[in-house]
């Protein structure tokens, strides 16, 4: 009897250890051929609002890890299929050529995604084959949820302690020690280069936090790093708010995003810590962000595309938002003359990151203070950010815009009061705004109050070398 074959769809689950896919697929063919599809759609395509859907730094690290993904297939003795285009189509066409029986895939649950994945799903029946879907995302699993999906509170709070109360975390699957060689001759096919994608290919900043590298190996790296090698872990609810440094927080979220590391993996890694060293509010404050990011998975698999419109899942709106495009352009740009929000809005635009901290408030002044719509902001995150997740992209969004997951009306920043709190002596501000660089401490979050001979003195102009504050900074004072 001939051999049952099987390709493995690699999506944002871009590593060998806990992945469930992978697993199945050994469990249930003797051949298996792993295929990864950069999307034209996604690497070449535009977000609604027109910037890139995937900016440079998310395109780097993807090809990195597909670039890792492949090295370790083939240190098992297996290959990875790379392809450029639709994967419905070339999913479809390498199953047919290779005669598989089933494509196993981890199911994503938004839009785009199960577009694409239902999409393949027809083109795969229609020659006898079918997708087996599998589960690789999350730390709770939908199924050991104490209430049915639907019913999953949309309070964090609430969701936080049911879980916490009834179900234990699985533990991680073992990752594959060999596989069967795939005898079906199919091209390897070229990873692509940034420049396929129209990106070119800068050096790094050298203020980012951390030069992230894409891979498994990478992420792992990371987490023993900051678990184990600097103890990093012990400090983090003291120093999770800061801005500066890599250390500050654990800087997981690009391999997470991308499946390069499993969340069950960090969970468990976390606890071995706690059974070595003891539990603390450091090392629980990090498995509670965790739960954030299974959380807004959940309300995407309730609320479906309201995670993706204006009214949120609230469905609810605020008449005085508008799609003003200069204003989103000067916030982008990080020239709204507010230097705190600046300042975060050239970190995430030079290097692709930035912190939660520095989310909460150019979030918060976006929304609340320029009255842009939230989707604008949202829509120019999921463009820019390395660490990009629609899930916890748009939640947080719409946390922030008042119509998610939240009670409470708005969550309104004091752009100023915050800047003071989290910035006291500027120094974040200076790394970005080198114009600002003579400015003193308590001077440096409002050029706008500055004389002009005082602007003289700290050798810059307002209107020249730093703009106008857009909005009337004294509404914060
Ligand atoms: C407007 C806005 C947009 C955001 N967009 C994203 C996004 O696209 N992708 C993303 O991973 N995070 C997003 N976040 C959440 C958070 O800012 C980042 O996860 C965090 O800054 C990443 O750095 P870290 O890995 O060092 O986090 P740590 O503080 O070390 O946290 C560990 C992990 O927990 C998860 N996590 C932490 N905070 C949150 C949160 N608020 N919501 C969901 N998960 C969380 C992340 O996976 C993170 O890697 C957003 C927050 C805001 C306010």
């Known amino acids: 009897m001939r051999n049952k074959r099987a390709i493995v769809w690699f999506r944002q689950d ?3 250890h806990d992945n469930e896919a992978l697993l199945d697929a050994i469990a249930s063919a003797d051949e298996i051929i792993p295929v990864y599809v950069f999307d034209e759609r996604v690497f070449k395509g535009k977000t609604r609002y027109g910037f890139p859907k995937t900016g440079k730094y998310r395109a780097r690290f993807i090809i990195e890890s597909v670039h890792d993904l492949r090295t370790s297939l083939r240190a098992l ?44 799903e027809q083109n795969l029946w229609s020659i006898g084959q079918e997708i087996r879907y599998s589960r690789g995302k999350m730390l709770y699993y939908t199924a050991d949820l104490p209430f049915p999906v639907t019913h999953t509170p949309d309070v964090f709070t609430q969701f936080r302690k049911e879980v916490e109360r ?3 975390i699985r533990h991680p699957l073992p990752r594959p020690e060999t596989f069967e060689p795939v005898f079906v001759l199919l091209e390897p096919g070229e990873i692509p280069r940034l420049e ?20 498994e190996l990478e992420g792992l790296k990371r987490l023993k790093e900051y678990v184990w090698d600097t103890e990093h872990i012990r400090h983090y609810k003291d120093t999770r708010d800061n801005l500066m440094g890599t250390d500050y927080s654990s800087k997981l979220s690009p391999w997470l995003a991308q499946g390069c590391i499993s969340p069950k993996t960090v969970y468990y890694e976390v606890k071995t810590f706690e059974k070595t060293y003891g539990q603390s509010e450091s090392t629980y404050g990090l498995l509670f962000e965790l739960l954030w990011r299974d959380f807004f998975r959940f309300m995407a698999k309730k609320h479906g595309n309201k995670v993706f419109q204006e009214g949120g899942i609230q469905e609810k709106t605020d008449p005085d938002w508008k799609n003003d495009e200069d204003l989103l352009q000067s916030w982008v740009n990080g020239q709204t003359g507010i230097p705190f929000i600046d300042a975060n809005m050239r970190e995430i635009k030079q290097t692709g990151y930035m912190s939660n901290r520095g989310r909460l408030n150019t979030a918060s002044f976006l929304v609340n203070d320029l009255k ?79 004389s002009e001979m005082e602007q003289r003195d700290f050798h810059f102009q307002l209107g020249r070398d730093y703009p106008a504050a857009l909005v009337d900074t004294g509404k914060w004072n």
């Open 14 to 16: 871009l590593r060998l």
């Open 77 to 120: 003795g297996s290959e990875l299929i790379v392809r450029v285009g639709k994967p419905e189509e070339i999913i479809y066409d390498l199953a047919n050529k290779a005669k598989s029986s089933w494509v196993f895939c981890n199911r994503e649950r938004t839009e785009e995604e199960v577009a694409v994945q239902d999409a393949l």
């Open 166 to 168: 009834f179900v234990a």
């Open 196 to 215: 396929d994608f129209g990106h070119e290919d800068d050096p790094a900043d050298s203020r980012a936090v951390l030069d992230f590298k894409g891979g």
């Open 372 to 450: 842009v719509n939230w989707q604008m902001g949202a829509d120019y995150f999921e463009s820019v950010l390395i660490d990009y997740d629609v899930c916890s992209n748009y939640g947080n969004w719409q946390f922030v815009a008042g119509v998610g997951s939240d009670s409470r009306e708005h969550r309104e920043l004091n752009i100023l009061a915050q800047a003071k709190r989290y910035d006291p002596q500027g120094d974040f501000v200076r790394l970005w705004l080198p114009e600002l660089a003579e400015v003193p401490q308590d001077k440096i979050h409002q050029p706008d109050s500055l």
